[in-house]
């Protein structure tokens, strides 16, 4: 399991004093509210930056790093992702899993007979699917849903599945 978890993507500077707009990658977009401290991949790494304060537009967070105080101080960080620490992370529910926790899991049917690996996770609007890369190197796509989404355990590494029969 991931040690740190990525939220978002700083798309673009807002204005001249620092900000940037923030494309999340969290379904809980009101996790921007109570952020206090966001990461910065650097190379060997990870550096801790204090978030100042953090407002929308549109739905989208815009942010302001303590420190970084200029649009020249941030110009650079375009198109770069932001983490937080597990221990920073929301709360999930029964059922729910960080998608860095799922990617890389070994699937398998539910005899026990492997599958594949759990190479993406696509995000739909009626519920996720699961590209699952099976060992010939194909790709096979599951609905994230109880019917075929039989047992996970991020922990053990494994998901078990019932893939559903071809009409």
Not at 35 to 63: A, C, T, W
Not at 146 to 164: C, F, Q, S, Y
């Amino acid at each position: 399991m991931l040690d740190v978890l990525e939220i978002g993507v700083i798309t673009s500077t807002h204005g001249l004093k620092g900000e940037v707009n923030i494309y999340p990658v969290t379904d809980n977009v009101s996790r921007f509210d109570a952020l206090k401290e966001i990461l910065l991949e650097r190379e060997g790494g990870f550096d801790s930056v204090q978030v100042e304060h953090v407002r929308y537009f549109k739905n989208r967070p815009i942010l302001k790093m303590k420190g970084y105080d200029r649009i020249e101080d941030v110009e650079h960080l375009k198109g770069q992702s932001i983490y937080v620490r597990r221990s920073d992370a929301v709360a999930l529910e029964e059922n729910e899993y960080f998608i860095g926790d799922l990617i890389g899991l070994d699937v398998v049917l539910e005899d026990g007979s492997r599958f594949g690996t759990l190479a993406d996770v696509l995000r739909t609007g009626a519920n996720d699917v699961y590209a699952v890369k099976k060992d010939d190197g194909s790709i096979v796509y599951l609905p994230a849903i109880k019917e075929v989404i039989l047992h996970t355990d991020p922990e053990a590494g494994i998901m078990t599945v019932r893939p559903m029969k071809e009409i």
